[in-house]
């Protein structure tokens, strides 16, 4: 059968979906040609199987959730504590039961065009979700960590409904007052905290990236407000902008010049 196609032809079964007649008779294919094509096509089939597993991984704590009885669970993380400027962001995510996006972890070890993609891609299939932003200006009057759980209750509160389990990346939140969950590097480890993880850095991405456009000098584009070395020097050469943390030390020490 597969002598009857070109190998052109048989790329384009292979990327439409293979048969199982299909695919034996490929394999028997004893073109060169045809051959590096199921070699290639075994590869991506495996890397497909390891991001589906990996997705079932991080999807253990959701199931335990649900088989205790919960129906809305909303993971929750944050973008933007450790930088010297910009506002800290936080999102809450509820997925549906059936939600499946293979490659989805860590906003960070994502590259640019997986978030974006992603981004949209959460947004129109969640349930419900929920952005808030915290300013430089607040941060310094309440300090990081109140204005991270500030921005992550403002995010719960934009859901509909409401949820009954929360689980967070790292940070305690008896705030909510509601059933949570904390876990250190929630977001490699529950697909609902990756989400949020998504939502959280690309929307604050975003804001830094019109940041910078309005004050160049600092390459808030490129290090989004992180203390890089460019960013230091801005800092000692220019001053503060009216979005830099003056209570982080960095900060305070280009004050003082």
């Given at each position: ?188 480890r529950s697909i609902s905290i990756a989400a949020a993880s998504v939502l959280a850095k690309v929307s604050r991405d975003r804001y830094m990236s019109q940041l910078g456009q309005q004050y160049p000098g600092y390459h808030l584009e490129k290090n989004m407000g992180y203390g890089t070395k460019a960013h230091l020097d801005a800092l000692r050469n220019q001053g503060v902008t009216p979005y830099h943390r003056l209570s982080f030390a960095p900060v305070k020490a280009a004050v003082k010049l």
């Open positions: 059968m597969s002598y009857t196609y070109t190998i052109a032809q048989i790329k384009q079964h292979i990327e439409a979906g293979l048969t199982t007649e299909e695919e034996l008779a490929f394999r028997r294919d004893a073109r060169k040609g045809v051959q590096q094509l199921m070699r290639k096509y075994d590869r991506e089939r495996a890397k497909q199987e390891e991001l589906r597993q990996q997705f079932n991984d991080m999807s253990k704590w959701e199931r335990e959730c649900r088989a205790r009885g919960k129906r809305y669970i909303a993971g929750i993380d944050e973008a933007g504590r450790g930088p010297l400027a910009g506002p800290v962001v936080a999102a809450a995510v509820m997925l549906p039961e059936d939600f499946y996006l293979p490659g989805l972890t860590d906003s960070k070890q994502l590259t640019l065009a997986e978030r974006e993609h992603f981004f949209t891609y959460i947004q129109e299939h969640a349930v419900s979700y929920g952005i808030a932003m915290v300013d430089s200006k607040t941060i310094d009057e309440i300090n990081i960590l109140q204005a991270t759980k500030q921005a992550m209750l403002q995010a719960i509160q934009q859901l509909n409904p409401t949820p009954d389990q929360l689980l967070i990346d790292a940070v305690p939140l008896p705030e909510a007052s509601l059933t949570y969950q904390s876990m250190p590097k929630g977001d490699q």
